[in-house]
């Protein structure tokens, strides 16, 4: 690209804008790039109003688009789990032709296209598909060696096919079946050809198995003994002759297992088959079937009676049928693992996030669950218009009952009867001391932990004398800490002075970004590489000292059209102190030896017979390879003659010699291991070839350079496992300080501790923080204005079930975490009274029935779950399609994520609900009406809207 000017750069900007703004449409292609390129293009063309210092400086112009982050190494394959604004940026093809034109892309790369893709049918949401389907194809006569293709999630099964036909060499003339195979050997056949991987719920890695019709009529799946389970749960034998038709069908093929089948099995003890990247859903839904009332209810049929379709705000049946029907099929006792196919399109349907396969949260599913449950059986058929009034001093007992009846006329349902209590919240304003009480029903309670705000990570030291090794360091620092906080954390690690140290993101061999004293460390993801440079200068405008940033290159072939040479990056990127004043071309290569005199090799004689040319192409010239490197003398020099066009300078004979403070010796004329050439911040374009003139170089705060290597001068002479090698200090085995236990009365003490509201805090939307709950400013109606309140949480009524929710993930848009703090919560007696403030509460004795487990980090772990068979009174572990018969002991863990506590005294009593549609009968009373049933009637008052949904 030609030299830019503001005008350029302004017309880039503004057409880009425009482009990325638009709406995602169904059918259009988008292309993903990497997003350290893209935020190094914005900083370029002055994208963001706020930082336009480097707009048009040609050290700042990105170069080529480089996605080779994106990739899994040595493939073209996508790493998994990226992450869009983190890891990549997305662009709609008109925009990504503009970057192209402007900017080429990098030599060998592909762009990286993805549709847009509908997801929901209700909720239609569009979407970018990141990530294509991967299915392992096999033909019926050789399942031993799957062919992997990746597809779209609009792929229609009939394309599928089309595929498979063309891949087994089958004529389009021969009838096939396909079929989807799931563990256990379990076989469905995909009847609908005409629908899309995504409707068929297919996930990647699946294995689909193609056969073709014998000549004689039958299929080759019939000559073996089958046991099929139809969409009603029912097993039977499958004939040799059977007609397959009708609703989709699940057959265990015996051929393919040693098990045998029984007749019958313990209600409940059904494992769920895992769809890909199930498991928290799996771990969800055996937390609720384990609901002692709420089982007994869909199992009843009542839920059929109570059935809302018509709720605008339900999901028009479809959840609660269709976990009406995995709840009956995992109590039939007919099933050891049933696959949850049907559910997981339904809560696809109405929450497209579901629909995929990347991992989710089981609580976050939980949560949708019950709500959805709620909705689809409110017996509310058409609700209310009502408004409320503030508490205005009335007593607690008045504002409580009659928010309550307030919301039950208009949220009615099973759901309310066993999961929903009852918060009370407080806010006070610190300027006026005005009070704004209200009371708000909940469904779970999230809990923080108390723990301390920090956050290990591990960095690369730099040492400013270059004969000392690169030194890999583990640091605790605080979570909402800054830059400074860990300057200072190396400072008291290595010696190094805190106030001449540089941290800088390093990836790719450059320098992403130089991050400055006063930014977050939350700007710092657990994938970034950070290195701490020491450096002898405290300032940028330092009048004697300039650092500059270098990048290794090797020049590689000509290739193209233009049979020009290219280079790639390589090494770790350096940061060199050179004088502002006097500072020539030998200057700068002197510096640099000197910089990597632990990992380059000088020649040392001419009397070596192995003749090694430096030149790609040119064998006549030659530089002679010694073992020895520590006493370089001139006549080694001297043998870099005319060399190639690629890089290496020229050299004349009979030069004197300057002593190096790293042991070298180096001519001072041309004898070059490398060429010096500017380049931008990327390394990606050059910008000059400096003049080996002897005269000054005037560098500024923007300039980069880069040490371009031929490839045979860097084989000779560049030892890269050196260059790379790094001391592992102790920091990185110190075992973390023993953590003291904490037990969930701790977490629930916390949660009901008084805070203060932050002020305009950015990580309200995004944070589930560990330690505080992070909220806006409260706007104060008295004062007129936004203050920062103190906010306190109290429990005015419990329910019959309470679910706990751990606050166990921290993270924001650039860092997550995931806290695996051991919380000990109790499996029997929880005792609430003392967090709830009603005086005429009801019963507050809790034991536990469920807990959803999850083990490992953010985005890359897996779900299972603990859960007490109401039948057996027996703990089992479920753990997607397998259960295991479990301790009560080994309930209690560090995974433990969700809790399901059911009150005490149902556990003596009958669990079933006789509640009818619409009724108001005392049999229907939730435990929060029981608990209110004497408080002050409430009044008719009004003043504000009130609607919770």
Not at 370 to 387: A, C, F, Q, S, T
Request: proline share 4%; glycine share 4%.
């Amino acid at each position: 690209m030609a030299e830019s000017s503001w005008e350029v750069c302004d017309i880039q900007k503004e057409k880009i804008k425009k482009l990325i703004g638009n709406l995602l449409k169904a059918g259009d292609t988008w292309y993903l790039i990497d997003s350290k390129w893209f935020k190094q293009w914005q900083n370029y063309v002055g994208y963001n109003s706020w930082d336009t210092s480097l707009v048009g400086d040609k050290s700042a112009n990105p170069g080529p688009i480089d996605n080779n982050p994106l990739f899994k190494e040595g493939t073209n394959t996508l790493r998994q789990q990226l992450m869009e604004n983190i890891d990549f940026t997305v662009v709609p093809e008109e925009a990504w032709n503009s970057l192209v034109q402007w900017y080429t892309l990098t030599e060998g790369q592909e762009p990286i296209a993805r549709k847009v893709i509908d997801q929901g049918i209700f909720n239609k949401n569009c979407n970018i598909e990141i990530y294509l389907i991967d299915l392992k194809l096999c033909h019926h006569n050789n399942m031993d060696s799957p062919e992997t293709e990746y597809f779209s999630r609009m792929t229609t099964l009939e394309q599928v096919e089309k595929t498979m036909r063309k891949l087994f060499n089958i004529s389009d003339d021969k009838e096939v079946r396909l079929w989807s195979k799931y563990m256990n050997n379990m076989y469905e056949q995909l009847k609908r050809l005409s629908n899309t991987l995504q409707e068929a719920s297919l996930y990647p890695g699946q294995v689909i198995l193609i056969e073709e019709k014998n000549a004689n009529g039958t299929w080759p799946r019939q000559e073996k003994h089958h046991s099929i389970i139809t969409s009603s749960g029912a097993i039977g034998d499958v004939p040799a002759t059977r007609n397959y038709s009708g609703s989709s069908e699940v057959v265990y093929d015996s051929s393919y297992s040693n098990n045998g089948y029984r007749s019958s099995f313990t209600p409940g003890l059904c494992g769920l088959n895992n769809l890909g990247n199930t498991c928290f859903m799996n771990s969800a839904i055996q937390c609720l079937s384990n609901v002692p009332s709420l089982t007994e209810y869909m199992l009843s049929g009542q839920w059929k009676e109570e059935l809302n379709c018509e709720n605008p705000l339900g999901m028009h049946g479809e959840i609660a049928s269709s976990y009406a029907e995995l709840i009956k099929n995992m109590w039939s006792g007919k099933n050891a693992t049933t696959v949850p196919r049907q559910f997981k399109v339904a809560v696809g349907h109405f929450k497209p996030e579901f629909s995929g396969y990347q991992q989710q949260d089981s609580q976050e599913l939980m949560a949708f669950l019950l709500d959805g449950l709620h909705e689809d059986l409110n017996r509310i058929r058409k609700k209310p218009y009502i408004e409320t009034k503030e508490a205005d001093n009335r007593p607690d007992e008045e504002v409580a009952m009659e928010t309550w009846q307030d919301y039950t006329r208009r949220n009615n349902s099973v759901i309310v009867d066993i999961f929903h209590g009852l918060l009370k919240s407080t806010l006070v304003c610190p300027e006026c001391s005005k009070v704004s009480v209200k009371f708000d029903p909940f469904c779970y309670l999230s809990l923080p932990l108390p723990v301390k705000k920090e956050r290990q990570m591990t960095v690369f030291f730099v040492p400013l004398n270059p004969k000392l090794n690169i030194r890999q360091c583990k640091l605790t620092l605080p979570k909402m800490g800054v830059i400074g906080d860990l300057c200072h954390a190396v400072a008291v690690l290595t010696g190094a002075p805190q106030d001449k140290l540089v941290v800088a993101d390093v990836y790719n061999h450059r320098f992403h970004k130089f991050f400055l004293v006063q930014e977050q460390l939350s700007h710092i993801t657990e994938k970034d590489d950070i290195f701490v440079y020491e450096v002898p200068i405290n300032t940028l405008e330092d009048p004697d000292t300039i650092v500059l940033p270098v990048y290794m290159r090797e020049t590689r072939g000509k290739s193209g059209h233009n049979n020009i040479g290219y280079t790639q990056l390589f090494g770790q990127p350096l940061l060199i102190p050179l004088p502002r004043n006097n500072c020539t071309y030998d200057v700068v290569y002197k510096a640099l030896l000197d910089r990597m005199v632990r990992f380059i090799h000088c020649p040392e004689s001419s009397n070596s017979s192995s003749s090694v040319s430096l030149s790609e192409e040119d064998s006549s010239s030659s530089l002679e390879k010694e073992d020895n490197v520590n006493n370089c003398d001139n006549d080694a020099c001297n043998n870099i003659n005319e060399t190639d066009e690629l890089g290496v300078k020229n050299v004349v004979t009979d030069v004197n010699s300057m002593e190096l403070e790293g042991g070298f010796v180096v001519p001072e004329k041309k004898a070059r291991m490398f060429i010096l050439r500017l380049v931008n911040s990327f390394g990606s374009t050059d910008l000059d070839e400096i003049s080996d003139d002897g005269i000054p170089i005037k560098f500024n705060n923007h300039s980069y350079l880069a040490a371009d290597w031929t490839s045979k001068a860097k084989e000779l002479y560049y030892n890269e496992k050196e260059a790379e090698a790094f001391i592992v200090d102790e920091s990185m085995h110190q075992r973390p300080a023993p953590k003291k236990t904490i037990q969930l009365t701790d977490c629930l003490q916390l949660f009901t501790t008084m805070e203060k509201l932050g002020e305009q805090d950015p990580w309200d939307s995004m944070s589930d923080d560990a330690f505080v709950n992070r909220s806006n400013a409260w706007y104060c109606p008295a004062c007129k204005k936004h203050q920062q309140a103190t906010k306190k949480f109290d429990i005015w009524n419990l329910p019959k079930i309470l679910v706990i929710h751990l606050k166990r993930f921290s993270y924001n848009r650039y860092w997550r975490d995931k806290l695996d703090t051991f919380i000990d919560y109790p499996v029997k007696d929880l005792d609430m009274s003392e967090f709830v403030i009603n005086p005429k509460r009801g019963p507050a004795l809790y034991d536990l029935i469920a807990v959803s487990n999850h083990y490992g980090g953010m985005g890359v772990g897996h779900y299972t779950a603990y859960a007490k068979n109401k039948d057996l009174n027996q703990w089992f572990y479920f753990d997607d399609s397998s259960v295991t018969k479990a301790s009560e002991e080994s309930v209690v863990t560090k995974a433990g994520y969700v809790l399901v506590y059911q009150l005490k005294t149902l556990n003596r009593n009958s669990n079933s609900l006789t509640a009818g549609s619409g009724s108001t009968k005392a049999s229907t009373q939730t435990h929060c009406e029981i608990a209110m049933a004497d408080s002050t009637t409430q009044s008719d008052s009004v003043n504000d809207t009130m609607d919770t949904d």
